[in-house]
């Protein structure tokens, strides 16, 4: 279950909070929907709920807050907005991606596919889908943890009556299955026919919280409100006049000595006590929550007086005890059907019988339906017909299937984000497009560099004119790394259940695994695509492998892998594609200058001979040479730009690790 203590957010400048002191429960098997209009604050309640906007109050999900459990997703299924992913990806690509992170197994994504109905739609690109199946989209990834609880913000916003029934029966079935689903929505007929409970707010406060057949009784209509110690009597009375005049009342009996009467005035109420001689305590015009006046549901028109009406809200339809209706003026009117813009006549009701309770059933069936919250508690059909909700033969309309229970490990697994990675970035074709845009420009300025001469070979191989900062794959595999973190800031597909991208450190360790072999394997790819155009232009003389080519291939390694990091963690900690690209540039651009003007001078002595003296401390014998790998690893970071390099990585890491810190202490 969900528990909402004390939800406020914070105020800004002399404006009240749009959230103050909202408290609330949304237990487990239940539909529990958070009704307001718009302004009302129900999104900024969820937002404080899952820790997405800074504020005051605590929620706990089945007894923990949200950052206290370890996996959010797997708890708490979240769709807030629109499905934050690359339009570039597929549907089932994005799906799949979301399985490596969550750890589930990867045919989830199938499963919960088929269940939402986009199979047929798996291949197409998220920024083709239309409002309906993106939100369709967003319940999948919702259910794909398969999580105990669903918090979504108005799912059937954009939708088809036809696409939100079926919405509202996926948020039932889930419910019947013991899960919780939390739903918000501005349209009171929603929340009568679809929840368990209902939760209103206004004006960021809270005004209600009832369950959704006394809602549908009591808060979408207009009506007076009376106290007398004859409560039986008198609603005998003014069901009598009614049936005389030919006039719509409707007399639910609350709690105790109290009645509502729909369809009446206080005046004709007390004018009927006072000519039979009944005390009234309490005599006074009560008004829904959802606007003054507001008689008929949004979208419905008032329907004319059909003659006589009866009261047909509550459990007894033929005489007043409990908490029941009085239902003297005739059962001509009871279980008419409403014809309205947004039903659909052959639309089943929405809820099992089996599955429910005898209270909830009476009310689930007669929600389905549309009977209660209309004006005169049941609405008649254009054609005149009717039919009894209750006693319909029938058979209600089966829940809709939901994806089969999984077990997920609580143990993490170091390749849960590895597996990630390489699906993120596989799923989409930018690194490719930026490969073949390397390969290009260096071969074509490897050309140009060889015609016009005076070019080292090992530049010439590289492509790196001396005009220019960095080669075409350097900058290339910096803003690869710089996507590798700005895209899941610019499309969020981890952030739902945190606000913002997970600064986990297995998620920067796997983007630094992929980005690292995708510019080892970018680097290599340019050097030989240099050496065969060039053999294919000039011959063999400037494609021949340089004497030094095992320091020259270390540092041209390093030097790629480098500005590679640099893009993925000055974008983890800027939060931005440019912010990690410009990174990459002001290292040859700022920092090599500062490092060069920091070793000006005459050098008093050298450090050469390092490598043995480094063997003679350690006590170490190197296997296999070491000590040249050794010297060739010191030679460059001795050059200015490995130097330079070196240094960026040092502070954007410390920076990241300290953003990392920063966002677990909060």
Not at 556 to 576: K, Q
Not at 631 to 648: C, I
Request: proline content about 7%.
């Amino acid at each position: 279950m969900i528990q909402a203590f004390g939800l406020t957010s914070n105020s800004r400048k002399d404006l009240p909070p749009a959230v103050d002191d909202v408290s609330f429960e949304a237990r487990a098997g239940q539909v529990t929907v958070l009704l307001g209009a718009t302004g009302a604050g129900k999104t900024t309640a969820l937002r404080l709920m899952l820790e997405l906007q800074q504020g005051r109050g605590l929620t706990y999900f089945r007894g923990r807050p949200l950052h206290r459990i370890a996996h959010p997703s797997r708890e708490v299924g979240v769709l807030m907005g629109d499905v934050p992913g690359h339009p570039a990806r597929t549907v089932r690509g994005h799906l799949r991606m979301l399985c490596a992170a969550a750890g589930v197994p990867v045919r989830r994504a199938d499963e919960v596919l088929e269940v939402v109905g986009l199979v047929s739609l798996r291949d197409e690109r998220l920024g083709t889908l239309s409002r309906g199946m993106d939100r369709r989209l967003g319940l999948a990834c919702a259910l794909l943890p398969d999580p105990h609880t669903l918090v979504l913000d108005d799912p059937a916003d954009g939708l088809s009556p036809r696409e939100g029934h079926w919405l509202h029966g996926m948020l039932r079935a889930h419910a019947t299955q013991g899960g919780t689903v939390l739903f918000t929505t501005s349209q009171p007929k929603v929340a009568a026919r679809a929840a368990d409970h209902v939760v209103t707010l206004e004006q960021g406060r809270l005004v209600a919280d009832q369950p959704a057949a006394q809602f549908a009784r009591t808060r979408l209509r207009p009506r007076v409100a009376v106290r007398t110690p004859h409560a039986v009597r008198l609603a005998t009375l003014l069901a009598k006049e009614a049936r005389t005049a030919h006039r719509s009342v409707e007399v639910v009996r609350e709690d105790g000595n109290r009645l509502s009467v729909y369809g009446s005035t206080c005046a004709d109420v007390g004018e009927t006590a006072f000519r039979h001689g009944i005390l009234v305590h309490q005599l006074a015009d009560e008004v829904g929550d959802m606007g003054p006046g507001a008689g008929p549901f949004p979208g419905e028109t008032a329907e004319p007086d059909l003659g006589v009406r009866g009261v047909v809200t509550g459990t007894e339809t033929t005489e007043l005890g409990g908490n029941g209706a009085v239902g003297t003026a005739g059962a001509a009117a009871e279980g008419e059907q409403e014809h309205d813009g947004s039903a659909s006549p052959s639309r089943a009701p929405l809820h099992a019988d089996q599955t429910l309770p005898a209270d909830r059933k009476a009310r689930g069936d007669q929600a389905a339906l549309g009977s209660p919250g209309t004006p005169s508690g049941a609405a008649a059909g254009s054609s005149g017909t009717t039919q009894n909700p209750v006693t319909s033969s029938k058979p209600p309309a089966p829940l809709p299937p939901l994806p089969p229970p999984i077990s997920v490990r609580s143990a993490p697994s170091p390749l849960r984000p590895l597996r990630y990675e390489l699906r993120r970035a596989a799923g989409i074709g930018t690194g490719f497009l930026t490969g073949a845009a390397v390969l290009i420009t260096s071969a074509l300025t490897a050309v140009l560099l060889a015609r016009v001469g005076h070019t080292p070979q090992a530049r010439l191989l590289a492509a790196w004119p001396r005009e220019l900062p960095l080669p075409p794959a350097a900058l290339g595999a910096g803003l690869i790394g710089a996507l590798a973190f700005g895209d899941e800031f610019r499309h969020p597909a981890l952030a739902a259940d945190r606000g913002t991208v997970p600064r986990r450190l297995g998620l920067l360790t796997a983007k630094l695994v992929v980005t690292a072999v995708t510019a080892i394997m970018l680097a290599l790819l340019t050097a030989g695509c240099d050496a065969e155009v060039l053999y294919l232009f000039y011959g063999r003389e400037l494609a021949a492998v340089p004497a030094d080519w095992f320091s020259l291939g270390a540092s041209w390694l390093g030097l790629v892998v480098g500005c590679a990091w640099a893009g993925v963690l000055a974008a983890g900690v800027f939060r931005s594609t440019t912010a990690g690209l410009a990174a990459v540039v002001a290292v040859p651009i700022v920092v090599v200058p500062l490092v060069h003007k920091g070793l000006e001078g005459a050098s008093v002595r050298a450090a050469a001979g390092l490598p043995a003296r480094l063997r003679e401390v350690l006590l170490l014998q190197w296997p296999f040479g070491g000590e040249r790998y050794l010297a060739g690893a010191v030679r460059v970071v001795a050059q200015p730009v490995g130097g330079a390099l070196a240094l960026s990585l040092t502070c954007l890491l410390c920076a990241y690790l300290l953003t990392t810190l920063r966002s677990r202490v909060r």
